[in-house]
């Protein structure tokens, strides 16, 4: 690392030197010298020139050097091992005054001083702050306090090159013998600034310290010996260390594009073949596509192909294919991440709408990938790809009608045969709108104001206009400064309306999120960070537009040239942000991750355009669509939280709208939340959305995009909008203490009141015994609720012993699938448990997939069971000369003709599917909808209107443990005692 600047910051002081870096921190005050006497002051240069040395205590020395007037002008450090860091100083003074010697290093900030006696060949006294000297991951230091210096005799010091030698060698294929071009070789410790790589014969020289080295040796198309090679350095010598290096393969294929990647442009793609075996060569060479839009491949039976890419409207349709289907293939995911049947339900949706892009589409439409594919004559074959990104017209969006000037946006219609768009700008404007006759049609607004995009909807009875008002402006910014804490502080534009405390502050709340310090943060600490960030981090940031963004601001290049070294990389400094807000105020405006990211530009817009929030997660791909680092949003497309069809096929139930869609949740919500005797948290909530305007539990359903922590990482301090006890539950009980559970537990059980032996009987008379347990009864089961036969109330160990219930499991010890999550870190968003999860708590005690088996045999036993008590029931009747009526076609006179029955759950209600002798198969059909018909044909009841109660109880605890879907892991004792209960009761109803 080369630091260029010194600086001293209270007591601590950072310098540069060749190769290394001093920091000089607090130790033990200055202490002056002895001496009783004044003699004359002799002159400092006859007293202190030379090189004054002390022994360090890992046995190493560190070196004073005075010039002939006396003054330090360097400092060096030497381990045992001969590696060694210096300073060079130019402003250090010495003084003499009799036997006291005083040495200072004035800084901006105050002086380093040593203060000591001179007595002959020795300098006894105090360093005032200690001095830590770095080379690369080695410390060497010069400890704070006593300090004792001896002047070293005439040749004794350490001149230029005496404690260096040479490091020089020839790396060679082992197979031809010949050099090897370009190997990089490391040594360990390594040497501060120093590079070494073999030219083109194969060999390499470098001087270095002496000392002991371990020397690596890499090179891509080669494998490195299994360990690395010694080498002793000796001071004006040569030390050669020769190392031969195996091929990888007998051939090496690479790949390059060249050329202009846009729709209907031309690239090249060469591929280069490197023989390291000696003898191979080359017989044919291949190029073939390997995914999205197909290109014309000229030349692909040669080493440099002409690509001709197609024109915009091909990628348009891939990027519409792209954002249809699941993010990754189903052989991509993870055994535990399981798709749903039929068309994918988490892509775009089939609607008029203004379409909400995120990076990893985009980047996925623009991706060609070739395959290059080389026979040789031994009969080999090796491949290798090329990639060629186009550079598409459109850009991440956030799908909401509030956009920005001179960003195209992208528009999307229901299926139809025939399409008729047409477009009305504000005066003045140029926009045109393009594929106008295709089912998404696009135009980039030239101009702030209203552009009012119309189309005919002729999927209905009749035809329906359609008009989308798309509100276009520019970016302003909101932060005005920084509070006595750092924390952003309001602009005065805004809090006219949103003053902090009032009823439309959102403000205050969002001063203390992430989203409003990830760009601060960064600026300070961060060795990686780059304009390539900010896109996501700050407001409006595209150089390729002018629009009022980030790096449209005034001071925009003052602020490069401050914090970047090269237009690009920042260097982090925790007073970086500080000094931003001071020197460049209107580019810190537009800083950090504000309003306008999700609702869009302010300006030409504000208090104008009605569509300005949106619950879609659109919104939040803009930025956490990005795998691999930020690839949230495409794992929760993967969930069942991103189920559109289930959603929007309980849209205009109050009741069911409340779990299964975002718009139902977050009217639920204020209910949840008050303490109003007046609200009921079980009451159904009013609709007031349309099909088309349905979404499923999207983001911010669970996370309030104002409040929402620090940290998303692995040690994630994101907060949910419901935390450590639930409301009162549709299930009938309360779940206390379970952290960020509450937020699942809240939808995430049984949803049907109390059920339990004590309970029953009302249940029957209310002529609900056939009632199941809704799906995804999980709470139930992890607080040991709402089963027959059993005691019910009391918590298993997963609900009271794991801080974040539901969310440590399915999110925190589950990593996502790697192609969607960065170093497979972060939470898990697709909520799949892994298999093993038990092992991250457990260990090896437990094999949770074992017991998982264990169970689920014992549930299909007791499905048998109640399928063959069922059965029996018909069968009597039948006899009895009853019919079994399933449905209003299928009527069952002999119960002989039935093949098979199998018992499970239909919306809500226990349910059997019958399969006749003639293959017919009827049902699923709900247990209360199963009449039983006397010989006169007239309805006598429910099917189970004729069962002893145990066979509907024993129902419902099997529809409780299929629809936990734990398979028994959530709360093992409790469903251990369930089935078995359950088991024995069907026994006893048999007579066995």
């Avoid at 381990?79 to 004035?106: K, M, Y």
Wanted: aromatic content about 6%; charged content about 20%; some cysteine.
């Amino acid at each position: 690392m080369n630091v260029m600047r010194h600086k001293l910051h209270m007591a601590t002081c950072l310098a540069a030197a060749a190769g290394c870096l001093l920091v000089f921190s607090a130790g033990c005050p200055t202490t002056g010298g002895g001496g009783d006497g004044e003699p004359p002051e002799p002159p400092a240069e006859a007293v202190l020139a030379g090189d004054w040395q002390t022994d360090l205590e890992d046995g190493g020395t560190a070196t004073f050097t005075f010039d002939e007037e006396g003054n330090l002008t360097q400092i060096s450090a030497l381990t045992a091992e001969g590696t060694e860091a210096t300073l060079d100083l130019d402003d250090a003074t010495s003084t003499v005054d009799g036997e006291n010697v005083t040495v200072t290093f004035p800084t901006d900030g105050g002086e380093v001083t040593f203060a000591g006696t001179l007595e002959g060949q020795t300098l006894t006294g105090s360093l005032s702050l200690q001095i830590a000297l770095r080379n690369g991951d080695l410390e060497i230091t010069i400890p704070a306090g006593e300090l004792e210096l001896t002047q070293a005799e005439a040749g004794e010091g350490e001149g230029e090159g005496e404690n260096e030698g040479t490091l020089a060698g020839t790396v060679t294929n082992s197979i031809t013998g010949e050099g090897v071009t370009g190997v990089t070789v490391t040594l360990d410790p390594a040497v501060e600034g120093l590079e070494v790589a073999t030219g083109e014969d194969g060999t390499y020289s470098a001087t270095v310290p002496t000392g002991e080295y371990a020397l690596t040796f890499g090179h891509a198309n080669f494998e490195a010996p299994a360990e690395p090679e010694p080498a002793t350095v000796v001071a004006g010598e040569t030390t050669t260390v020769d190392v031969a290096l195996t091929p990888v393969a007998a051939v090496v294929l690479t790949a390059s594009v060249e050329g202009d990647a846009i729709p209907g442009g031309t690239v090249t793609a060469t591929a280069t073949t490197e023989v390291l075996d000696g003898a191979s060569e080359v017989e044919s060479i291949t190029w073939t596509q390997s995914n999205s839009v197909e290109v014309t491949i000229g030349g692909a039976n040669t080493e440099t192909a002409t690509v001709t890419l197609p024109e915009t409207a091909v990628y348009k349709a891939e990027l519409f294919k792209v954002l249809a289907e699941p993010p990754i293939g189903e052989d991509e995911l993870p055994e535990n991440v399981v798709l749903p049947e039929g068309e994918f339900p988490g892509g775009l949706q089939d609607r008029f709408q203004v379409v909400g892009l995120n990076p990893f589409a985009l980047e996925e439409t623009a991706l060609v990938t070739l395959t290059a594919t080389v026979v040789t004559n031994a009969g080999e074959t090796f491949t290798t790809n090329a990639e060629i990104h186009t550079e598409l017209p459109w850009k991440a969006a956030t799908g909401l009608r509030n956009v920005p000037v001179g960003i195209p946006v992208l528009l999307w219609g229901k299926t139809q045969e025939a399409y008729d768009w047409a477009l009305d700008t504000p005066d003045g404007a140029a926009a045109t709108l393009m594929d106008e006759d295709s089912q998404g049609p696009y135009f980039e607004p030239d101009m702030a104001g209203t552009y009012t995009v119309t189309a005919t909807d002729t999927t209905g009875e009749e035809p329906a206009n359609v008009t989308l008002e798309i509100t276009a402006g520019a970016w302003v910014g909101m932060v005005g400064g920084i509070d006595v804490n750092g924390r952003p502080v309001a602009s005065s534009a805004c809090t006219t309306c949103h003053a902090p405390g009032g009823p439309i502050d959102m403000f205050t709340p969002w001063a203390q999120s992430g989203h409003a310090e990830i760009f601060t943060n960064n600026l300070n600490t961060s060795n990686h960070y780059s304009t390539a960030c900010l896109n996501c981090h700050t407001v409006g940031f595209d150089t390729e537009v002018d629009n009022g963004g980030f790096d449209d601001s005034a001071d925009y290049d003052a602020f490069l040239a401050e914090f970047t070294t090269d237009g690009s990389h920042f260097h982090p400094d925790e007073g970086n942000w500080d000094t931003m807000v001071e020197n460049m105020p209107t580019t810190a405006q537009l800083a950090n991750v504000q309003c306008e990211n999700c609702h869009g530009p302010q300006e030409g817009a504000h208090t104008q355009a009605e569509s300005r929030v949106s619950i879609s997660s659109d919104v939040c791909a803009v930025c956490h669509g990005e795998p691999l680092r930020h690839g949230r949003f495409q794992q929760w497309q993967l969930s069942g939280h991103a189920n559109y069809d289930l959603a929007i096929d309980e849209h205009d139930s109050g009741s069911c709208a409340r779990c299964h869609t975002g718009n139902g949740f977050m009217a639920w919500l204020p209910i949840l939340l008050d303490d109003d005797e007046e609200t009921d948290p079980l009451a159904d909530v009013e609709v007031t959305w349309t099909a088309d305007e349905t979404h499923p539990i999207t983001c911010v359903i669970c996370h309030d995009p104002h409040d929402v922590g620090t940290i998303s990482g692995d040690d994630t301090d994101a907060t949910v909008r419901l935390s450590g006890d639930t409301p009162p539950l549709i299930a009938g009980f309360t779940a206390t203490e379970v952290g960020s559970g509450a937020m699942c537990m809240t939808c995430h059980n049984s949803r049907r009141g109390l059920r339990n032996d004590d309970t029953f009987d009302a249940t029957k008379a209310e002529g609900d015994a056939a009632r199941a347990p809704h799906g995804s009864a999980q709470t139930d089961v992890l607080f040991g609720e709402n089963a027959y036969f059993v005691t019910t109330g009391t918590p298993g160990a997963h609900a009271t012993g794991v801080a974040d219930t539901c969310v440590d499991c399915h999110m925190k010890q589950t990593p996502p699938p790697d192609l969607l999550a960065y170093n497979l870190g972060g939470t898990n968003h697709t909520f799949f448990a892994g298999a093993d999860i038990c092992v991250e708590c457990h260990g090896d005690a437990i094999d949770g997939p074992a017991q998982q088996a264990e169970y689920t045999q014992r549930a299909d036993d007791l499905q048998g069971r109640i399928e063959g008590r069922l059965l029996a029931i018909i069968t009597e009747l039948t006899e009895a000369g009853n019919t079994i009526q399933v449905s209003e076609e299928d009527i069952i006179s002999d119960a002989s003709t039935i093949a098979d029955l199998e018992f499970g759950e239909f919306r809500g209600r226990q349910a059997i599917t019958v399969t006749l002798a003639d293959g017919m198969v009827v049902g699923p059909a709900r247990l209360p909808d199963v009449r039983v018909l006397d010989g006169g044909g007239e309805d006598t009841g429910e099917l189970y209107d004729f069962v002893d109660d145990r066979l509907a109880k024993a129902g419902w605890n099997w529809n409780l443990y299929t629809n936990d879907g734990s398979q028994g892991v959530h709360n093992p004792t409790f469903i251990d005692e369930m089935l078995d209960a359950s088991i024995d009761a069907m026994i006893d109803l048999a007579g066995e």
